[in-house]
């Protein structure tokens, strides 16, 4: 420590006078040296204290000082004449003004040496968060990347589904789209039956299911002799509740991946969304198509089906009926007993319709108390005779009118009915059929009521 002490405070003194000034003294003390010393060794002694500098340790330089010092004293014993003594002394203080200038040099460049490992390290260190940084950036860019594709993949999704009219187009085109969507396996959209065991499970446990091997999973003993190694399924839900799964089976073990679980689970939530979709579509077509009180067809739906139905019946000379049925006197059942008695008997009505008329037969209700009904492939005389069936059903039948507090009345009811046939010789229109009917009906009520009328061409 008190070695390195003063060689710091000699330091010091050699960087305030500076380099330059030992280093001239250093060549002066050279030159005269090499001129007038009659024996060159001491000169020659500064050779082998670089080449020893630079090969020892630090702890030598006090070492190689001393060499110098006594090497100037020998010299000077053997020569003892005044120059030559100064001469010597004057390379002692050249070689002394070499180590110096050397040892500051030395430690310059050490200091320089590990600020620019250091430095080094630092920018190697920095590099290596950059690189790890790099690396992260184009892992999330990956993800998005993958995550776009997924995303144009959805749209390109429920865009298909738009055009799936019916349940069973659905449920073929959502096992297409898991199928392309996935890229792997075999799949499979299926409605909830109670003998299918991976559907059940899902039902009870409300978990998504994932068999790597399904000779091993002892809570299926009875699917171990199944051809299928891997299994796959999530829950499709229909108005939040159970509908079925979605279920991807493969011949490989551990074919399917935690990933793949999360990829079917947003494929699941689209198909949801489309079956949701379609039954309200399916639910607000039904309830455009029927009236709320009856349940019978709307007169928009009928006039639909008339024109229709006319159409076909006299491009192919087929036979067809409509015949309009009214309640008689059903304003007084309003005035009497109030609207609601009113609808209950339109209720009964329309049950008495649907229980006498045939399956082929088109009900609709066509007005306040009155009731359309489209007959097809039938003539007059098959008409008159399904239509007085009914005039005489609604004659006999005992209409029970509610009055609250569980008390109720009986009334009865008559009905006038007229229809009109087909009359292969003139096209008609719809309107004009429906003209015809009225007309008929019209004769009804005008001859007493509680009768069936037909329209008669001219």
């Not at 100064?86 to 320089?112: G, P, R």
Request: with cysteine; net charge neutral.
């Amino acid at each position: 420590m008190l070695k390195w002490k003063a060689t710091n405070n000699i330091l010091d003194v050699v960087s305030t006078v500076g380099v330059p000034v030992f280093a001239g003294i250093f060549f002066v003390g050279w030159i005269v040296s090499l001129f007038y010393h009659p024996v060159i060794n001491f000169p020659l002694i500064a050779i082998p204290i670089i080449v020893l500098y630079y090969f020892s340790s630090n702890i030598y330089s006090g070492i190689l000082t001393g060499v110098t010092v006594v090497t100037g004293i020998v010299d000077a014993i053997f020569f003892i004449q005044k120059s030559e003594v100064s001469l010597i002394l004057l390379e002692c203080v050249a070689i002394v003004c070499l180590y110096l200038i050397l040892e500051m040099y030395k430690n310059k460049y050490v200091s320089t040496k590990n600020r620019f490992f250091e430095e080094h390290d630092t920018l190697k260190w920095e590099i290596t968060l950059k690189e790890s940084a790099i690396l992260e950036n184009t892992k999330r860019i990956d993800n998005l990347h993958q995550r776009i594709k997924n995303l144009k993949k959805m749209g390109e999704i429920i865009q298909s589904f738009r055009g799936s009219l019916n349940e069973e187009e659905l449920i073929h085109k959502s096992e297409n789209i898991a199928d392309e969507f996935m890229g792997k396996g075999f799949w499979k959209l299926k409605k909830y039956k109670n003998d299918d065991v991976f559907a059940l499970y899902i039902k009870n446990t409300s978990l998504s299911l994932m068999i790597t091997n399904i000779a091993d999973d002892t809570r299926f003993p009875s699917e171990k002799n199944n051809d299928k190694s891997s299994v796959i399924a999530v829950p499709i839900e229909f108005n939040k509740t159970f509908w079925g799964i979605l279920q991807g089976t493969s011949y490989i073990r551990n074919f399917f991946s935690e990933e793949d679980l999360r990829q079917l689970s947003l494929l699941a939530g689209i198909i949801s969304t489309a079956l949701n979709n379609f039954y309200l579509y399916e639910q607000l077509e039904t309830l455009s198509i029927t009236d709320g009180l009856t349940g019978l067809y709307t007169n928009i739906y009928f006039k639909e089906r008339l024109k229709e139905e006319l159409n076909r019946s006299q491009i192919n000379k087929l036979p067809l009926s409509l015949c309009i049925l009214d309640i008689d006197f059903f304003k007084d059942i309003n005035d009497i007993y109030g609207h609601q008695m009113g609808d209950s008997v339109l209720r009964q009505i329309s049950s008495i319709l649907r229980l006498k008329l045939r399956e082929t037969d088109f009900i609709a209700r066509y007005g306040g108390e009155e009731f359309a009904i489209i007959m097809l492939y039938t003539n007059s005389s098959e008409a008159i005779k399904i239509l007085e069936k009914i005039r005489l059903t609604i004659e006999r039948e005992s209409f029970f009118l509610p009055l609250g507090d569980l008390s109720s009345s009986q009334i009865k009811i008559t009905a006038s009915i007229g229809f009109v046939s087909l009359n292969k010789k003139n096209y008609i229109s719809e309107e004009k059929f429906i003209q015809n009917a009225d007309e008929a009906l019209y004769k009804a009520k005008q001859l007493g009521r509680n009768r069936v009328e037909e329209y008669c061409y001219e």
